[in-house]
């Protein structure tokens, strides 16, 4: 029996160009291997005969939309994850997904290698590798556009030459991972990190400089989900669709960093993120009324690790299972509604409101009805300020305080 080896396929430039290259290299045949993860663009069943065109012997497509949503951008909005306080980890969320069902279809065809089109510079080798290894030991990766050194121009000249129906061409040379949660574009003049991005860049959002009237919007979550918008009921993916268009037409989400990748590299990236940043947007200002001080102080610092613990690739292991249960256990009282104004291009918490509420109005009001005890005040500046006085009087005593 000839052996297989399952590809993790886009339908992208690198992927194509992959399945001649394994066939010609291994003599394996090659089964195509597309997840939906909520990308858009071309039709998917035009992404499979895509591969069957390249040689795929076989291709086929999972439908992992909802799981997507459920199982991997709703924790990462539970732990506002951006990465470096920019990026809400697009490409990293949708990675572990279409590992697990690579993993799957592997096991099914009895294959025991899977490949993916990952060049050496990026972080998504590391992603699916380490993902790969992790649910399946026994298997072996192998990343034929990375381990042929291909340059883009390479690929796109083997793909010209081979007739494959690639849709990337030297006029059209960024690289593009777009899924539901968000969109990343990369490569071309955008590697020069003065230019600035160009409109043709952008997809998800609408030019913010000239936005439609403002739009209101309310979100109503249930322990940091999303479960309906101006009253009605939504599922997680629905939520983030919605947001897409309605703050995509306003311009919200776009983002432009040079980032630190996992290999050690500064890349500039373009993001575009709609529904994630206003969703992470909402969130924040949710738990910044339902959260305790300490508890939401220390949960910051797991929110980042948790990110970048994603970022790198580590979905599945310990550590990420014992931050999720952490933040798992903080979203117990998340619940509420956030009123928003999605306007050129900033998503404007206007109102809060939750059952759960810390937020107290007699402590807070300085008029009529206010409850808070000022009298406590002064006993209160003396005792948390007791250290401090005693180390200035020390350094006045030795002539070390501050000079005025």
């Known amino acids: 029996m000839t052996e297989r080896i399952v590809l993790a ?40 005969q895509r591969a069957l065109d390249c040689g795929a012997v076989e291709a086929y497509v999972a439908d992992a939309r ?35 069902h690579l993993v799957t279809a592997a096991r099914k065809f009895g294959a025991k290698t899977v490949a993916h089109g990952c060049t050496g510079k990026g972080n998504d080798q590391v992603r699916f590798e380490v993902g790969i290894t992790s649910l399946a030991p026994d298997m072996k ?7 042929l050194a291909l340059t883009r121009e390479k690929a796109i000249e083997y793909a010209e030459r081979n007739d494959l129906p690639i849709v990337t061409t030297k006029s059209n040379p960024f690289s593009i991972d777009q899924n539901v949660w968000g969109r990343a574009v990369e490569t071309g003049f955008l590697e020069d990190i003065w230019n600035g991005p160009t409109k043709d860049v952008y997809d998800y959002t609408d030019d913010p400089t000239f936005p439609p009237p403002a739009d209101e919007v309310t979100i109503t ?3 940091g989900i999303p479960v309906k918008i101006d009253g009605r009921d939504v599922t997680p993916l629905q939520a983030i669709e919605e947001l897409n268009q309605r703050a995509g ?29 206003t969703l992470i ?33 580590q979905w599945f292991s310990e550590l990420k299972g014992s931050l999720d249960a952490f933040i798992d ?9 956030i009123r928003m104004e ?3 291009g900033r998503a404007t918490v206007t109102g809060r409101r939750s059952e759960s509420s810390l937020y107290d109005f007699g402590l807070a009001t300085y008029d009529e009805g206010d409850t808070f005890d000022q009298s406590s005040a002064r006993g209160f500046i003396d005792i948390y300020g007791l250290s401090s006085k005693q180390a200035a009087a020390r350094d006045h005593k030795f002539d070390k305080g501050i000079r005025l």
């Open 9 to 48: 396929y886009s339908g992208g430039l690198d992927t194509s160009v992959a399945i001649g290259w394994i066939h010609e290299a291994t003599g394996a045949e090659v089964v195509a291997m597309a997840v939906d993860v909520g990308q858009g663009g071309e039709d998917l069943e035009t992404i499979r």
């Open 329 to 337: 256990d903080t979203q117990e009282y998340v619940s509420g509604e």
């Open 221 to 223: 979550f249930e322990k």
């Open 342 to 344: 999605l306007h050129g």
């Open 249 to 277: 037409a306003q311009g919200i989400g776009r983002i432009d960093i040079v980032e630190d990748r996992l290999v050690g590299i500064k890349s500039r990236e373009i993001y575009e993120a709609p529904g994630a940043m």
């Open 66 to 100: 909802d799981e997507f949503a459920n199982e991997y951008c709703m924790p990462g909005l539970k732990a506002n994850t951006l990465y470096m306080d920019a990026y809400p980890n697009v490409s990293a969320l949708s990675r572990p997904v279409i590992v697990k």
């Open 141 to 147: 990766c192998i990343a034929p556009v990375r381990d």
């Open 281 to 313: 947007a909402a969130h924040k200002e949710l738990e910044n009324i339902t959260l305790e001080r300490e508890q939401a102080r220390f949960k910051r610092m797991v929110d980042q690790r948790w990110t970048e613990v994603v970022y790198d690739g």
